[in-house]
């Protein structure tokens, strides 16, 4: 399946294209600093097959918080809803993805949310298999079934480069460990959550993965249910309220769809019923969005009346 490049969305893209000269690559991963930050691509899907693209839709980049929406759902697919929210809430934040202030100001020490990395680590700490290679094969397969490529696979430099750096994400997981929301060797748990952070990928298949979650858990051209409806749904719902860290009520005002981004400069959003979208934008706004790619969703938001509200 490919993409045809589009006219329309290249003049879009054109025009956001100018706003990554006042972003910065991510660079407290040390592998992400190689990226270009004036890169910019993006892929729409359509629940048709049809598929719109402008940019360098090679360009690779890893999924990094986007994981966290798959994570969520394999978690709850795992578990069932009660379980998991009874280790991680339903509440945005307003504070930085990495921050640790709200787990010391709640007692118990429980994750406000799953976007966020105390929530994600939670989460990933639910998914099941009988050791962590298992349980990040899990994973993958989940990413091959959503984006229907089998060849997806991770990168070894990236997670390696996080897993060396982690000192934050460790402390937030022994933090938990304290309260005893997470009971496995921190350690493993570093290790499999930098190897989901760092599963690697393209635009056409994030917006692949975004078309799923917009038709409520069905990939369209085959008609496949690749998850329950009332999982896609509470997964848009958190992408929608936290899915952009603490720029999400913003992004909900100007944009309106369900998003999730990620450092590596990656968007995903779902327009509900209609479309998945997929954008690699590597130069970061200071709240670790992707400048160019918010700006670009912005204008494609206004000029096809996506929002949902
Ligand atoms: N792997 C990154 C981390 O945990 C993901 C964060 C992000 O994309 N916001 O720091």
């Keep these: 399946m490919s993409c045809q490049s589009s006219e329309e969305l290249n003049e879009l893209l054109l025009e956001a294209k100018h706003y990554t000269k006042y972003g910065t690559v991510a660079d407290y991963i040390p592998a992400l600093k190689k990226a270009n930050p004036h890169d910019l691509s993006a892929a729409i899907y359509y629940p048709d097959g049809t598929c719109l693209s402008a940019g360098d839709i090679q360009q690779k980049m ?25 280790k991680v809430g339903y509440e945005p934040t307003g504070d930085p993805f990495h921050s640790i202030l709200k787990l010391e100001l709640n007692n118990p020490s ?6 966020i990395n105390a929530g994600a680590l939670a989460v990933t700490h639910m998914i099941k298999g009988k050791n962590i290679e298992e349980r990040f094969q899990r994973i993958l397969h989940f990413v091959h079934e959503l ?3 089998s060849k997806i696979t991770y990168s070894q430099e990236v997670a390696k480069s996080e897993f060396e ?3 934050i994400n460790r402390s937030l997981c022994y933090y938990m460990k304290q309260d005893g929301i997470i009971t496995e060797d921190v350690e493993e748990l ?11 990928l393209d635009c056409f298949d994030l917006a692949r993965i975004g078309v ?15 998850l329950p409806a ?13 899915g952009m860290y603490n720029a999400s009520g913003e992004f909900a005002s100007k944009v309106g769809i369900p998003a999730k981004s990620g450092v590596s400069g990656g968007i995903m ?22 400048i160019a790619g918010v700006k670009l969703l912005e204008m494609l938001s206004k000029k096809y009346s996506w929002s949902m509200f």
Aim: proline share 5%; charged share 15%.
């Design 62 to 86: 890893t999924l990094q918080s986007i994981s966290k929406v798959l994570t969520l759902a394999l978690a709850l697919m795992d578990c069932g809803e009660e379980s998991v929210f009874h």
């Design 212 to 226: 799923v979650f917009a038709m409520d858990g069905v990939e369209p051209m085959t008609g496949k249910r690749l």
């Design 110 to 115: 429980k994750p406000l949310n799953p976007m």
């Design 147 to 149: 984006t229907g490529n």
């Design 269 to 290: 959003g779902a327009v509900p019923n209609r479309l998945g979208i997929g954008v690699f934008g590597p130069a970061l706004d200071h709240k670790g969005n992707s």
């Design 230 to 242: 009332d999982i896609a749904r509470l997964c848009k719902t958190f992408m929608v309220t936290c």
């Design 165 to 167: 750096t982690s000192f």
């Design 190 to 200: 570093i290790c499999l959550y930098t190897k989901q952070c760092a599963i690697e």
